[in-house]
């Protein structure tokens, strides 16, 4: 059996090292046809690399690596290119001189590796233009840039930022300066370029990131999953003893839904290659890898609420209007991998979270950074809460509610008097958790707070929770009056109304009753 490629982000490796490759090159080989620069945009962890990786393979006409993939057999081996490949995560640093100078021993170390020898020079475009030319005289050369935006993202919110995007706009003008020299040109980032940023004087860029025509270009299909990792897959149903379809229902639930277009949707390379290699086991893999600074930045001085990305409209320019240190949260969050497309008609697109992943790793994000409830908080709070779940015990299912409440700073429940902010923070902590809570979900007659499903022992029990200052009681009343539990047939539901207290900052009574709809137990 082949080995999981995890963490291989070089192709050459990867296949050298008998690992499994998810054929995209047909995708590839489209993609050169392009006469002007070509960027991509997706979020950390998808295969940007792996994929400027494999072009690189190909322009330098290593044919034996690619065998058993559509490339061997559709592609002119015999012609070569030199390769420029470029990697900006490689440049870091907060100041413009830090920035200018990594950059510059980028394209020197790029150089050397060519065996081109470069003339000294302070500036990293003048270097750039030098190494086109002298690598391009003879055969046109293809340039590869991964992750172009790693300078702008770690330095998010600073006043040295203007500076930083002018050295880079000078740097990226000299691709357009050197046409006659160029075959190829693809870039990569994480934030979606405008025509006002970096990118101003390539203005003959090529974006495919909304292009239906790649919007599987990198990350898994269900398609790619049951054809490269078979065997792995019969694996963890046999250890987890799911039946076929309950597999790929678990497995979607958590991983799938990442989509460019709303109508094809890609699984994370990396969170379904760590639950593989884990035998099964479902929990936030794209998280472990450590949350990027760029988003917590971000985050610091936000006042996201979970619901707020629930099902949410778009115009479809969203994406266009703005650069990333100064767009909008949907705009940022949707490039940073945490929302995604998930439908679209003639000028709207349709925003959600992709899967119970990213949710649960959004909830935990936001959490820890606005609401600084630190992650032992949130584990107590999930052992309490599971007990009292299945001993069906309302009373201790509440105190672990106002435990919840007790670990947020009184601060943040002060300035936002109301009764959605108390359910927000409570659904938060419920998902960050990795409990099933769903928010406002819309029946016929109105939206109910909050539901939370819980199975145990082969029995799904659903608890409703709406939340007022009023007696507990109205809060029962209103439930039964909206037909909230009516989403849920026939299984056992549990309504409780919770009643709030600004002042206290926390629940002060509740209150249960069996739903008149649901199965009696």
């Given at each position: ?20 490759y998810?054929?995209?090159t ?11 620069p ?6 950390r ?27 061997y ?12 490949q ?12 830090e920035?200018?100078?990594t ?40 340039i ?32 357009k ?67 076929d ?80 240190d ?7 969050l ?188």
């Amino acid at each position: 059996m082949k080995k999981l490629p995890i963490g291989k982000q070089e192709f050459k490796g990867l296949i050298e090292q008998n690992c499994i490759y998810v054929d995209k090159t047909q995708f590839l080989l489209q993609l050169t046809e392009f006469t002007a620069p070509v960027f991509l945009s997706r979020p950390r962890r998808f295969g940007k690399s792996l994929m400027l990786n494999t072009f690189k393979e190909l322009f330098k006409g290593n044919k034996a690596l690619f065998k058993d993939t559509y490339a061997y057999d559709h592609w002119d081996f015999e012609q070569t290119n030199p390769v420029i490949q470029l990697d900006l995560s490689c440049v870091s640093g907060d100041q413009p001189q830090e920035i200018s100078a990594t950059l510059l021993a980028l394209v020197y170390n790029a150089a050397e590796l060519m065996d081109i020898e470069l003339r000294e020079t302070p500036y990293p475009n003048v270097a750039l233009n030098s190494l086109i030319q002298k690598a391009g005289k003879t055969t046109p050369v293809v340039i590869l840039i991964d992750e172009y935006d790693t300078p702008i993202l770690e330095n998010l919110n600073q006043l040295r930022l203007p500076a930083i995007k002018q050295i880079l706009r000078s740097f990226y003008k000299i691709i357009k300066a050197n046409e006659e020299f160029i075959r190829f040109t693809f870039i990569t980032g994480i934030s979606k370029f405008t025509h006002v940023g970096v990118f101003s004087a390539l203005n003959n860029l090529e974006d495919i990131t909304l292009n239906s025509d790649y919007a599987a270009v990198v990350g898994y299909t269900e398609k790619d999953i049951r054809h490269s990792f078979g065997e792995q897959v019969e694996q963890v149903k046999t250890k987890t003893g799911l039946t076929d379809k309950e597999f790929w229902k678990k497995l979607a639930h958590y991983y799938n839904g990442y989509s460019w277009d709303g109508r094809q949707f890609v699984y994370n390379p990396l969170s379904i290659l760590k639950f593989l290699k884990s035998g099964g086991e479902f929990i936030p893999y794209w998280m472990q890898t450590g949350s990027p600074e760029f988003i917590a930045k971000y985050s610091q001085d936000k006042k996201f609420n979970i619901s707020d990305f629930e099902q949410l409209k778009v115009p479809k320019y969203f994406l266009n209007k703005q650069e990333m240190d100064t767009t909008s949260p949907e705009s940022f969050l949707t490039q940073a991998g945490y929302l995604s497309i998930k439908d679209q008609d003639d000028d709207s697109y349709t925003l959600d979270f992709p899967n119970n992943e990213v949710r649960r790793s959004f909830c935990e994000l936001i959490l820890n950074i606005q609401y600084a409830v630190a992650d032992t908080d949130i584990l107590a709070v999930k052992s309490g809460l599971r007990k009292a779940l299945e001993a069906q015990d309302i009373d201790k299912i509440v105190e672990q509610f106002k435990i919840i409440y007790s670990s947020v700073p009184y601060v943040h429940f002060d300035s936002n008097k109301t009764e959605h902010s108390y359910s927000a923070v409570l659904l938060m902590y419920l998902q960050a958790s990795g409990f099933e809570a769903s928010p406002e979900r819309l029946s016929n007659k109105g939206r109910l707070d909050l539901s939370l499903e819980h199975k145990y022992k082969d029995q799904k029990q659903v608890y409703i929770f709406e939340l007022k200052t009023a007696a507990p009681q109205k809060a029962i009343d209103q439930i039964i009056e909206k037909n909230y539990a009516g989403a849920y047939g026939n299984h056992q539901v549990t309504l409780v109304g919770l009643q709030i207290d600004f002042a206290e900052r926390n629940i002060v009574s509740h209150q249960s009753a069996r739903s008149p709809s649901g199965t009696q137990g």
